[in-house]
């Protein structure tokens, strides 16, 4: 497993399921949209200008929104992932 480290979070992205009218598949070809994907591992924090320490605040299993530019792609034994800056997330995902 790879481990984030300082501020840094990874992110297995989630597949969207493509949308259905009837029997036809409509596929979402051309459309470009954010990243949605489960946090799997988080840094534990950073060390601020000042010396104060900020600790991460997403959590391992938050469901995240990702910019489509910006974070880095990584595969890693045969699983892509997603690695990013914490305050580069767009959002958190609530049930």
Known sequence: MVQALFNGV????IEEEESTHGNIIVPD???????KGEV??????YHSATGAF???TIK???VVL???????????EGVEY??????????????
């Open 29 to 35: 070809m051309g459309k470009e949209k954010n990243i």
């Open 10 to 13: 990874i992110i297995k992205p």
């Open 66 to 76: 990702l910019p489509q530019m910006g974070p880095v792609k990584v595969d890693y």
């Open 40 to 45: 799997v591992s988080v840094g534990p924090g």
């Open 54 to 56: 900020i600790e991460t």
């Open 82 to 95: 997603y690695m990013i800056e914490e305050n580069k997330i767009l959002g958190i995902i609530k049930k």
């Open 60 to 62: 391992v299993g938050n």
